[in-house]
């Protein structure tokens, strides 16, 4: 007996979608994970069939976790099951990192076959059959294509879609030129054009994934030539959500939320749509309503609707809605003197490179108010957050901080004047975070003084003096009627323009 025959034996329900999360395995691993996730949702079912009524997964979890028919282990697997699902259903969301498909495929498919034999163990008591973990073929691949091109089915059309748009997402990190349209290269161009192709002939047919897999594609194309390309890339968005397709509901809220191609701005509406999604335990229109409860987005302030819309996505794993639930507490909405429970969410998102979570802890860290973390943890959050674009000038700003005040070493204070430059530089080219330049200045001569310092200990027979540039005084551009380059500047330097606020 084969993995495969054994979950057919455990459950045939069960069974079909292990072996079709099997098959997809090696050649779309994202789509397998969306297999598991429905597995995760009918093994919920089968433990306790009063929730087969229940679209949101989170309370099918929640109920047998409950209903004491379930252990911790179980919970664990189940999670591993939703959260990578819940990723591979919505890779956008986690732009800021890379999603290692095939990794989470080989942890969420031992997860499934524990699951299996956990239901087998209450059944028939502890005494398993053996069973061998056969190896995915491409046998499969090949049968799709065939069925794809010749027999023209749209399911097969729309996997070898999602197959080839997988590829062209993990060959997109290799490119180094992109087209403006769509984001994609000369790598990943031919994968993306097969995948659009395979796509729109299933979308065609009706098939409701195809669909909005092919709209939203459209949806997203850049560029004034593709204002109908966009308009007719919502239209088969909107088709799948009037089927009731979790993800295309949520899309339809985007739209109206922010206004599109095809549909105004209503937030009232937006609003609708995202809890539509929600009632699919859909992770980003459960965070995003939470959002719009909080602020009065189409409707009035609810913080408590917030709190529980932003709780069931954080336990789906969404890392937005756990940095979420921190910020709440903050404003003391949320986990009123349980602080250890906010920053336990804190630390969920952080570990999923959540980049704002990461440097907010890192200066929890700091502060010391995060047992059994030291300033070495600190120092690696911020590091890893100089990259992500909206958190680089804080973390500049903050590691050359925390280096210049912790650290007595010249290669530690040379890095620290480095990130401090880097800092100002960020901020002037990108004219954000101003308020900071006053305080790069500081630190600027701050960490020069303590070089000298440490240098003239260290060689006291000679003289040093840390390159520190001269003070630097940043005014903002001139926005009057316009000057010629050689006139005098009219902000009264006395300057030609050219030389001055140009």
Request: glycine share 6%; charged share 20%.
């Amino acid at each position: 007996m084969n993995d495969i025959e054994f979950a057919h034996s455990v459950s045939p329900r069960l069974g079909a979608l292990y072996e079709q999360a099997k098959e997809l395995a090696s050649t779309t691993p994202g789509h397998a994970l969306t297999f598991l996730r429905s597995f995760a949702a009918i093994f919920c079912e089968t433990l306790d069939p009063s929730t087969k009524g229940e679209p949101n997964l989170n309370r099918k979890i929640a109920t047998v976790l409950t209903g004491g028919l379930t252990s911790e282990k179980v919970l664990a697997k189940l999670r591993t099951l939703q959260n990578s699902g819940n990723k591979a259903a919505h890779p956008e969301e986690y732009d800021w990192t890379t999603l290692d498909f095939p990794a989470m495929v080989e942890e969420a498919l031992p997860a499934a076959r524990y699951l299996l034999e956990h239901l087998r163990w209450l059944s028939q008591g502890p005494a398993l059959p053996e069973y061998t973990v056969s190896k995915p073929t491409l046998h499969n691949q090949r049968e799709l294509s065939f069925r794809a091109i010749f027999e023209e089915n749209p399911d097969a059309q729309y996997t070898l879609g999602i197959h080839f748009k997988e590829k062209a997402d993990h060959l997109k990190a290799s490119d180094y030129i992109f087209r403006s349209d769509d984001g994609y290269g000369f790598t990943s161009r031919s994968a993306i054009d097969q995948a659009i192709h395979w796509l729109k002939l299933a979308a065609v047919s009706s098939h409701i994934e195809a669909m909005y897999e092919y709209g939203a594609y459209l949806a997203r194309l850049q560029g004034d030539a593709f204002e109908d390309k966009r308009r007719e890339g919502e239209h088969y968005v909107w088709q799948a959500s009037e089927r009731n397709h979790a993800e295309a509901l949520a899309v339809m809220g985007d739209y109206y939320f922010w206004g599109s191609a095809r549909y105004e701005q209503d937030l009232e509406y937006a609003r609708e749509l995202y809890q539509q999604a929600a009632v699919h335990s859909h992770p980003r229109a459960l965070a995003q309503l939470g959002r719009m409860h909080e602020r009065g987005l189409g409707g009035r302030v609810d913080f408590h609707a917030a709190f529980q819309c932003s709780l069931q996505s954080a336990e789906a794993g969404f890392p937005q809605a756990q940095f979420h639930l921190y910020t709440l507490h903050l404003q003391g909405h949320a986990f009123a003197g349980e602080s250890s429970a906010a920053v336990n969410w804190l630390i969920e998102a952080a570990e999923q490179k959540h980049p704002e979570a990461m440097l907010e802890l890192a200066g929890l860290i700091t502060q010391k108010r995060v047992p059994d973390r030291t300033v070495i943890d600190a120092q690696a959050l911020y590091e890893q957050c100089i990259g992500p674009h909206h958190t680089r000038i804080k973390a500049l700003y903050a590691l050359a901080n925390l280096l210049a005040i912790r650290s007595e070493e010249l290669d530690a204070l040379n890095h620290a004047l480095s990130y401090v430059y880097n800092c100002k530089d960020e901020i002037v080219n990108r004219a954000e975070h101003h308020d900071l330049l006053p305080g790069c200045e500081r630190l600027t001569a701050f960490i020069g003084e303590k070089i000298n310092t440490l240098m003239a200990r260290a060689y006291p027979q000679f003289s040093f003096r840390a390159a520190v540039p001269p003070t630097i005084t940043h005014q903002p551009a001139y926005i009057g009627p316009p000057v010629g380059r050689n006139e005098p500047c009219p902000c009264g330097s006395e300057k030609k323009y050219k030389h001055c606020c140009r």
